[in-house]
């Protein structure tokens, strides 16, 4: 079984501030792990991924993500909000092949 | 780049009225999903496909919903009796399968009046 939390439904930054959006997972698996975007009334864009390797993980729009086994986490970080990167992001694992776990969102927005 | 496309970007139908939503995965991609997201809810899993049957379906995937991969491009999800509940965006997704990603497409917005 897989599951995923992210903690904070909504998050609010500054223009130029820090980004940290939290996700936990359960897997009893070694995890795939992603992060999505999604802008209003639009599909699911991939930020970045992480499957083996480096636990570091970049991703398009200066995103990136660190991989935590010992804390089951996998927080997407980005060290300059944008006006552009308010939007709905989603944390997901699934395993080999299998289906992905989403968690419940968390909708960033940015203030100028 | 591939990308998995979905057809009709939005539907609108009766309750009680069968829809069928499109997909054409990647070319060369073996294993296939369906997922829908209720208006300002997550994404849920419905139904995962693989060497032509299902291979796992969640509790939301019942009587009501079958999928089907005609010729060897589409993959389809039919909805055969629509309820009001219905109405949500469904994404197809796809996958070669190893560590490979899911690609989603753009999913097409059901509309149940």
């Known amino acids: 079984a897989q599951s995923v939390t992210q903690l904070g439904s909504h998050v609010s930054v500054s223009e130029g501030a820090l980004v940290l959006l939290r996700c936990n997972y359960s897997s009893s698996v070694p995890p795939y792990l992603f992060w999505y975007v999604q802008y209003p009334n639009q599909g699911l864009q991939l930020l970045l991924k992480y499957t083996t390797g480096a636990t570091l993980v970049k991703g398009i729009n200066g995103f990136e993500a660190e991989f935590k086994k010992s804390e089951t986490s996998f927080h997407l970080t980005k060290p300059s909000a944008h006006m552009s990167d308010a939007a709905e992001y989603f944390c997901?694992?699934?395993?080999?092949?299998?289906?992905?776990?989403f968690g419940d969102g968390t909708t960033l927005t940015v203030k100028p | 780049e591939p990308e998995v496309t979905q057809t009709p970007s939005h539907q609108v139908t009766q309750m009680g009225q069968e829809v069928i939503l499109r997909c054409v995965p990647i070319?060369?991609?073996?294993?296939f999903y369906w997922y829908r997201q209720i208006l300002g809810q997550k994404v849920e899993f419905l139904v995962s496909?693989?060497?032509?049957?299902?291979?796992?379906k969640s509790e939301i995937f019942d009587d009501q919903f079958s999928v089907e991969r005609p010729d060897g491009s589409n993959f389809t999800l039919k909805i055969r009796s629509t309820k009001l509940e219905d109405s949500a965006m469904y994404f197809c997704?796809?996958?070669?399968?190893?560590?490979?990603?899911?690609?989603f497409g753009p999913g097409t917005r059901l509309t149940v009046l």
């Open positions: 997704a796809s996958t070669g399968g190893g560590t490979d990603t899911q690609y």
């Open positions: 496909f693989y060497n032509n049957e299902i291979s796992e």
């Open positions: 997901a694992v699934n395993t080999n092949a299998g289906k992905s776990t």
């Open positions: 070319s060369n991609h073996l294993y």
